[in-house]
């Protein structure tokens, strides 16, 4: 079954420092892979995702992500944090299993991000 | 536009109480619909997936169970809460067509807590 890791469980930055968030997956196939983000007192919502093309994924709020197929990585970047930027990300992976149904995520364990102004 | 509603939004209940939360989906038919559970410290994990009326999976076992009485409503309940089913429950749904490429879009969530 495929894994997700998120290695840094708690980032601290000042405004405009950049940001690079890692997630690697275990999954030897084709997968699709997303970034998923919650603000503080909302709903998850998608930030980003990864299906086919250009590794280079851009998302909403300046983000973006870049899958290295070699590496299992599709870490999340961003050059210039902002204080509204403080929130939970999740990484997640969906993997293609043949003939099973199976079309659920598996998501890392997130990493919260606290920017000071 | 779709939208996803869970209710309630907060809930405590006692050790061996039951539960029932209800999830449902408007602006869209036949969805695929997800139980996810977020506890503390931890990453989402999904509890129950269902690509229609009555069928659905489980990926853990657990003291929870799921049921699709319609093609838009999606509940999970137990008939007897643990202390460690506290946690932060999410629905998400996505569209059923397009397996591969589907995004899933998740509701506001029901914060549980067992005493």
């Known amino acids: 079954a495929q894994s997700v890791s998120q290695h840094n469980h708690h980032v601290i930055l000042s405004e405009a420092a950049s940001l690079e968030l890692g997630c690697n997956y275990s999954?030897?196939?084709?997968?699709?892979l997303f970034w998923y983000v919650q603000y503080p007192g909302q709903h998850l919502q998608l930030l980003l995702k990864?299906?086919?093309?250009?590794?280079l994924v851009k998302g909403i709020k300046g983000f973006e992500a870049e899958f290295i197929k070699s590496k299992f990585s599709f870490n999340l970047r961003k050059p210039s944090v902002q204080w509204s930027d403080t929130a939970e990300y999740f990484c997640?992976?969906?993997?293609?299993?043949?003939?099973?149904?199976?079309?659920?995520?598996?998501f890392g364990s997130g990493t919260r991000l606290q920017v000071q102004p | 536009s779709q939208t996803i509603h869970q209710w309630p939004a907060t809930l405590v209940q006692p050790v061996g109480s039951p539960l029932s939360l209800e999830c449902t989906v408007e602006?869209?038919?036949?969805?695929?619909l997800y139980w996810y559970r977020q506890a503390a410290g931890r990453g989402l994990q999904l509890l129950f997936y269902?690509?229609?009326?009555?069928?659905i999976s489980s990926e853990v076992p657990q003291n929870l169970s799921a049921s699709r009485p319609q093609d838009r409503q999606f509940i999970l309940s137990s008939k007897k809460l643990l202390l460690s089913d506290s946690g932060f429950y999410l629905c998400?749904?996505?569209?059923?067509?397009?397996?591969?490429?589907?995004?899933?879009?998740f509701g506001p969530g029901t914060r549980l807590t067992v005493l």
């Open positions: 990864y299906f086919s093309g250009d590794p």
């Open positions: 602006g869209t038919s036949n969805p695929n």
């Open positions: 997640a992976v969906k993997a293609r299993v043949a003939d099973t149904g199976r079309r659920a995520l598996t």
């Open positions: 998400a749904w996505s569209v059923a067509r397009v397996p591969l490429t589907d995004t899933q879009y």
């Open positions: 999954y030897g196939g084709t997968v699709n």
């Open positions: 269902s690509i229609g009326i009555d069928q």
